[in-house]
């Protein structure tokens, strides 16, 4: 591992684009996102379905299909170009270094494997120990994931659990070796509500004993507010605005954060129609050249069609990219 | 598991005496006496009278059947007609033949169709994957007696590397395991198993590009695995389909076939079956029949049987 020094991020991401082609088509799903994440930080990445938060998720683990994909910007992580990895260090990287739980437990398990193997192959794989080491530390993860009666659960096939159970099992695999960053791709949307809570306060528990860093994609405000110490709105591939939980929540910057807020169901809103936003988010094949959101904003102007507007500070790295911002300052 | 065999076991049973009354009865609805076959065109009333009884024919079906059905319980299926020697041996030594065919048939034929699948599954889409499925296509669609007999065309009129017909030198049907023999072999069993290769490699086309499209393949990549890590995960979960179709396939080459047998005049069951439906030979017919729908059955037994094991989601109890 190359040296690195004290104050550097455990993640940094700049400039990442990701666009896969199909049939003469380019897909263009994510446009430069860049961040920065420090050490045991929790960001909590929100956006709709198609902003390129699994994408970026998938890119920052190398495990986007290579031939129908291409990855260009940078992406560091614990020191480590992560796009020039390869061979047995990329393998290393991923499960080792970084690891990452999926939306639906049920299908990220192989279902002819028991829970128990899958955890002690990643075990070995990264650990390198002996099968009977393996298992151990398999059974203490499951323990430690809160699953009753572990011992029995450890030859258990993905079948024969409950979906909430399937997913402490999903977190047990991806944080039995130990992993710098966790990367959660909407790993609670699957569940039913109750399970939810469970598994956000489970996660939330073992990032701060294994004082990991955790991105936490989801479309659920309610869940990023739970989570997280920092947000980041995507929005047709870029990240819109990023700041605190506290101030992106509190003070919006950005029209379609605004909006996002606006049309989540809060309990003092009952009674009132819930304010949605107009339109749908753009084509990725064809993307505007200057703000994506602009055709769905109230407050668009000329401007906002040339350029696709830099982002703003607006104070204690609260961010946004929207011309109004640039006016006000 | 240990009951669902024995049930499974059991109803082998009423399926046997299903298969054996239909076979029994099904060669008395074919137009032909048995006896004419055997008997001089001038043979007196009294001597075919005698023939009858003493083969029983004289009996209405039922009884016939029942008498068939007791014996072969205890492992007699009569007497030839046409050679006068017992069904049991004349079959024993056509199974014999015909799974000597089918092992070559299923070694090379599975063996390849594994591979090509393989290949063709994990590069689906791509122009390899192409090529193989456009042979596997032709593989399915080819009549094997025209390709068989293109084989001998080629290899054994224009070339003279290998003998068109028979399994041995001068006829003989003893097995031995050398290029004397061999070189025999090669043609039937090529022949025999494009088919079973061809489907074999479509299956397993299939269930790898199905298996790698899913969302557990990208998390096991995820946790770091090499490529021969995932391909044992592929392995383990394409086993018990392609492991059915293989069986079933298995099912078919032992069961030989009539026209390659044919063409090749191996003495095989199918070659057996086709010299007792020309000779109007009921026992021997019968017996054949009945030995092979049963051995299908047992076959489909031992498929489900591994089929379990490998799966943890079928649960029998």
């Known amino acids: 591992m190359e040296p690195r020094a004290p104050d550097e991020p455990l993640v940094s991401v700049s400039d990442l684009t990701v666009r896969f082609s199909r049939t003469g088509q380019t897909i263009q799903a994510v446009n430069g996102v860049s961040f920065d994440l420090a050490p045991g930080e929790v960001l909590g990445v929100l956006g709709e379905s198609g902003s390129g938060k699994s994408v970026t998720l998938r890119a ?63 075990v070995r794989r990264h650990m390198k120990v002996d099968q009977q080491a393996a298992r151990a530390r398999a059974l203490e993860m499951l323990d430690r994931v809160q699953i009753p009666s572990a011992k029995r659960r450890l030859d258990a096939y993905p079948h024969e659990m409950s979906g909430g159970m399937r997913q402490r099992a999903m977190i047990a695999l991806a944080l039995a070796c130990k992993p710098k960053l966790l990367l959660a791709d909407e790993p609670t949307t699957a569940l039913d509500a109750t399970v939810q809570i469970q598994i956000l306060l489970l996660l939330r528990e073992l990032q701060r004993e294994f004082g990991m860093s955790v991105i936490f994609v989801t479309h659920d405000v309610g869940v990023a507010i739970e989570v997280a110490d920092r947000i980041a709105v995507m929005y047709a591939g870029r990240i819109v605005e990023t700041g605190s939980v506290r101030e992106v929540i509190r003070t919006p910057r950005h029209p379609y954060t605004q909006g996002l807020l606006s049309s989540t169901v809060r309990g003092e809103l009952r009674g009132q129609r819930i304010e949605a936003i107009p339109g749908s988010p753009p084509d990725l094949a064809a993307m505007p050249p200057g703000c994506a959101f602009a055709p769905r904003c109230k407050h668009a102007r000329d401007e906002c069609l040339r350029a696709v507007p830099g982002a703003v500070d607006v104070g204690g790295g609260h961010e946004a990219r929207c011309v109004l911002l640039k006016l006000a300052a | 598991m240990l009951l669902y065999l024995v049930r499974r076991l059991l109803y082998v049973i009423p399926i046997g005496l299903a298969v054996s009354a239909i076979c029994f009865s099904l060669v008395f609805l074919a137009p032909g006496d048995p006896l004419s076959a055997v008997l001089p065109a001038d043979a007196s009333l009294e001597l075919i009278e005698k023939l009858k009884a003493d ?78 499925t456009s042979l596997a296509v032709a593989g399915v669609s080819v009549p094997h007696y025209w390709l068989g007999m293109v084989l001998v065309i080629i290899f054994s009129v224009f070339f003279n590397w290998l003998p068109a017909t028979g399994m041995g030198a001068g006829g003989s049907s003893e097995w031995a395991w050398d290029w004397e023999h061999l070189q025999f072999v090669i043609l039937p069993a090529v022949t025999l198993s494009v088919i079973p290769t061809a489907i074999i490699t479509r299956t397993v086309r299939a269930l790898v590009a199905d298996i790698l499209s899913r969302e557990f393949v990208t998390a096991l990549i995820a946790k770091g695995l090499s490529d021969r890590g995932v391909f044992w995960h592929v392995v383990k979960n394409a086993a018990p389909t392609a492991l059915a179709v293989m069986g079933i396939q298995l099912g078919y080459l032992l069961g030989g076939s009539i026209l390659v047998e044919t063409v090749f005049a191996w003495p095989g069951t199918g070659f057996l079956l086709s010299v007792a439906i020309f000779q109007r030979d009921l026992p021997l017919l019968q017996g054949t029949i009945l030995f092979l729908a049963l051995f299908f059955v047992f076959l489909n037994l031992l498929v489900d049987m591994v089929q379990t094991l490998l799966d943890p989601r079928i649960r029998r109890t």
Request: hydrophobic share 45%; with cysteine.
């Open chain 1, 60 to 122: 920052m683990l190398r495990i986007l299909p290579a031939h129908r994909s291409s990855v260009t910007g940078t992406i560091r992580v614990a020191g480590r170009d992560v796009l020039a990895l390869s061979g047995a260090e990329l393998e290393d990287y991923r499960g080792g270094t970084v690891s990452m739980i999926f939306q639906e437990p049920m299908l990220s398990f192989d279902p002819v494997f028991t829970i128990g193997q899958q955890i002690a192959e990643s």
């Open chain 2, 55 to 132: 083969y029983g024919f004289d009996r209405p079906i039922p009884v016939q059947f029942g008498k068939w059905v007791a014996r072969a319980v205890q492992g007699d299926l009569g007497i030839s007609i046409a050679t006068g020697r017992p069904v049991n041996s004349e079959l024993a030594r056509a199974i014999s033949n015909t799974f000597v065919l089918a092992f070559f048939a299923c070694s090379f034929g599975f063996t390849l169709g594994l591979v090509l699948g393989f290949i063709a599954g994990y590069w689906n889409g791509t122009w390899l994957d192409k090529v193989v």
